[in-house]
């Protein structure tokens, strides 16, 4: 009885997982820029007396959606959304290059250029791009950076730096714990010069929430499911050890 309980045990484990990943998508169905998490699991026969017919859930790597969501304009010349698939580097939290297409950018106090969450943006240059005191900033599509400094003639531009944007690799790319995304070994990746920008916009969540929903409703069956086969084998244990006692 006890293989039963372990077998019904993996199963409900990866549902609370799983759950926790479609929640977490759920959550985040109006954030800029954001990707859709996929839950991953796989049956693994366990080996050993007797033939392997029962299963357990062993959980892998969970894997990212990709795909662009929505560009919605809003009229807002340091918002940017990244088309052709491509990634702003920023700076993360671990102080390592990691990679997002949340494009709501600001000016911080130390006139750095920083993301929503106050990640710097990086130039190609590998350094955190600076924004001088300035009238007006543009942001043309091959992501370069044009000011007008305070106080100078509306002829008066400079070209401050261009945005680092790169193309990753599916394989070697995943989403950590922090929402970025990071590459194995946390090499920097060089940038692409092909890709695009397009300023006055932001790309919204690409997540599906009716999916999402029904998803959290599937699996909350599911994990019903595996309790009561937990609760069947404690029952069929508890009558087998009547039986015992009888003899």
Do not use: C
């Amino acid at each position: 009885m006890d293989k039963v309980v372990f077998v019904a045990m993996s199963g409900a484990r990866e549902n609370m997982l799983a759950q926790q990943a479609h929640a977490n998508n759920l959550a985040n169905s109006n954030t800029t820029g954001f990707k859709t998490d996929l839950a991953q699991a796989r049956a693994m026969q366990v080996f050993g007396e007797g033939l392997p017919s029962r299963v357990y859930a062993m959980t892998e790597r969970p894997a990212t959606d990709t795909t662009t969501g929505t560009f919605i304009e809003t009229g807002r010349s340091l918002d940017i959304a990244v088309e052709d698939g491509g990634w702003l580097a920023v700076i993360g939290a671990d102080g390592n290059e990691a990679y997002t297409r949340a494009g709501e950018l600001q000016i911080n106090a130390a006139n750095q250029l920083v993301t929503g969450s106050g990640l710097p943006v990086m130039g190609n240059g590998g350094i955190p791009i600076v924004i001088p005191p300035a009238e007006q900033i543009d942001i043309g599509t091959d992501g370069t950076i044009t000011i007008r400094p305070l106080g100078e003639a509306a002829a008066e531009l400079a070209i401050i730096d261009r945005i680092k944007v790169v193309n990753l690799d599916k394989q070697t790319s995943y989403k950590g714990a922090d929402g970025l995304m990071h590459v194995d070994g946390n090499l920097p990746q060089p940038p692409d010069l092909n890709i695009r920008l397009r300023s006055g916009y932001l790309e919204s969540s690409n997540v599906n929430a009716v999916h999402e929903l029904t998803s959290i409703i599937s699996l909350s069956r599911q994990f019903e499911m595996n309790i009561k086969m937990m609760k069947n084998a404690e029952e069929n244990s508890t009558a087998a050890t009547k039986i015992l006692q009888l003899g």
